[in-house]
């Protein structure tokens, strides 16, 4: 079974550019939620899609964006890049129908904004 | 305000020892609570976990303790190997909202062959 596939693996983007990062979920799997992973900062949360809406947010500036499509693939949009927005962002599906079941995390896209 | 707290920030342990790792949460709403593992260059990925109910859970080498009153849980790794040397992460979640996980900053685990 394949897990949870994040694409690209690395990214370099200057300041000021906008990037998106794609992730494929588990087969079945229709919910699909976004995290930014920082030293000083840790594991937040960002966002999290089921059926196409954004049913849960994190405390993140609108530069910050996401969507899912029909098929379950989310991909997120951070505009207008910052220094700060240097990080792993992983996401992690799960069965939107049952709690923490199955929740797993793909390997993340390393951004790093120079 | 960090809905989770977790300690220590570092941990050694010798091969065979007890590692443990302890967190503390504010918000009696959550209801769910993993332990998760990482590898450098890899996502977390879930080790186990525990809901309110129960104050113990036993996986093979992993427990998890939880203390209700004191919104307490920790996490014991028995007979320690240098291959679980990783990140460890406590998150919590709530019923409301079971796929926001709300995370502690993570133990640093090095254990000495």
């Known amino acids: 079974k394949a897990g949870v596939t994040q694409t690209p693996r690395y990214l370099i983007k200057t300041r000021g550019q906008q990037v998106t990062l794609s992730c494929s979920p588990i087969?079945?799997?229709?919910?699909v939620s976004w995290y930014q992973q920082t030293p000083g900062q840790g594991l937040q949360f960002l966002f999290e899609y089921f059926s196409e809406t954004q049913r849960n947010k994190g405390n993140f500036p609108g530069r910050f964006s996401g969507r899912q499509f029909s098929n379950s693939r989310s991909e997120m949009n951070v505009s207008t890049l910052e220094l700060g927005d240097s990080a792993l962002y992983l996401c992690?599906?799960?069965?939107?129908?049952?709690?923490?079941?199955?929740?797993?995390f793909g390997s993340g896209t390393r951004l790093t904004v120079v | 305000q960090q809905q989770v707290k977790q300690s220590p920030q570092s941990l050694i342990v010798q091969k065979g020892g007890i590692s443990i790792i302890n967190c503390a949460y504010e918000n009696t709403a959550f209801d769910y609570f993993p332990w998760y593992q990482q590898f450098p260059g890899k996502g977390p990925a879930l080790l186990i976990a525990i809901r309110p109910d129960v104050s113990e859970k036993k996986e093979g080498r992993f427990t998890i303790s939880f203390n209700k009153s004191a919104k307490q849980f920790s996490l014991h790794i028995m007979d320690s190997q240098p291959g679980d040397s990783a990140t460890y992460f406590c998150a919590a979640s709530g019923a409301d909202n079971f796929n926001k996980f709300y995370f502690g900053s993570g133990t640093k685990l090095n254990v000495k062959p």
């Open positions: 992690a599906s799960s069965l939107a129908d049952r709690p923490n079941y199955g929740y797993t």
């Open positions: 087969s079945g799997h229709r919910s």
